[in-house]
């Protein structure tokens, strides 16, 4: 199975900064069928980005992913106090379905 | 929307079972896969299962032996059933619809239920 390295494992940032954070697959996912969610404490995950770099419905443009093969990156640029959360990446390009352990993104 | 519903506490070596009715979508619908997800307190993620209208199954290999998972499209509901369950089978489980994507037929998970907690405890 694809194992999936995300880093940080917590970033600490102000609101209005930009977040960067990084999923790493142990082989290559194929034709980059990689997704984001978001997890708020006691909430579901929510999708963000399908196919490594399209938002879904409803997602503000603040939202971007980005990467191919091994390395992809989710971006959050100028943070808003409700985008404080976990983020998880998954891969569905092969099975099983694969989830990193998260990114805590937290209040600085 | 989705909604899981079952016991919240189960017994060592007994079988937990979940439900998860759908409402404002259909079980029937041939573009969808229905699956299950795990979340230990404190930790990440991990996809137990998924199932078609039709009643293909997929499961994760790491739980294969012990899980069942069934669609009942009369009732617009699908269900998780996990056997001879330990302390480490503990965890919030979701259902979520999956979607196809490309040439996969099973991709990624929108929208989730809210998830239910289940505690394996004597």
């Known amino acids: 199975e694809i194992v999936l390295t995300q880093s940080p494992g917590t970033l600490s940032l102000s609101p209005g900064e930009s977040a960067t954070l990084s999923c790493r697959a142990s082989?290559?996912?194929?034709?980059?069928?990689l997704a984001w969610y978001q997890q708020k404490p006691g909430q579901a995950p929510r999708l963000l980005i399908f196919g490594a770099s399209s938002r879904a419905t409803g997602i503000p443009d603040r939202f971007s992913g980005s990467g191919s093969g091994t390395d992809f990156i989710l971006t959050i640029s100028r943070l808003e106090p409700e985008d404080f959360a976990v983020y998880y990446c998954?891969?569905?390009?092969?099975?099983?379905?694969?989830f990193g352990q998260g990114t805590n993104v937290e209040i600085k | 929307q989705l909604q899981e519903s079952g016991p919240g506490l189960v017994k060592p070596s007994e079988t937990l079972s979940l439900t998860c009715t759908v409402s404002?979508?259909?079980?029937?619908?041939?573009?969808?896969?229905w699956g299950w997800i795990r979340q230990p307190p404190g930790k990440g993620l991990e996809w137990i299962g998924s199932v078609y209208y039709s009643g293909s199954t997929y499961y994760n290999p790491s739980l294969k032996s012990r899980v069942t998972i069934s669609v009942d499209t009369s009732k617009n509901h699908f269900s998780l059933r996990l056997s001879s369950v330990t302390a480490a089978d503990t965890a919030v489980y979701y259902c979520?619809?999956?979607?196809?994507?490309?040439?996969?037929?099973?991709?990624?998970?929108?929208?989730w239920g809210q998830g239910t907690l289940v505690t394996v405890s004597s």
């Open positions: 404002g979508g259909s079980t029937s619908s041939n573009t969808y896969y």
């Open positions: 998954q891969q569905y390009g092969s099975s099983p379905e694969t």
């Open positions: 979520a619809r999956q979607s196809r994507a490309g040439t996969m037929i099973r991709a990624f998970f929108d929208p």
């Open positions: 082989q290559s996912v194929r034709s980059n069928y």
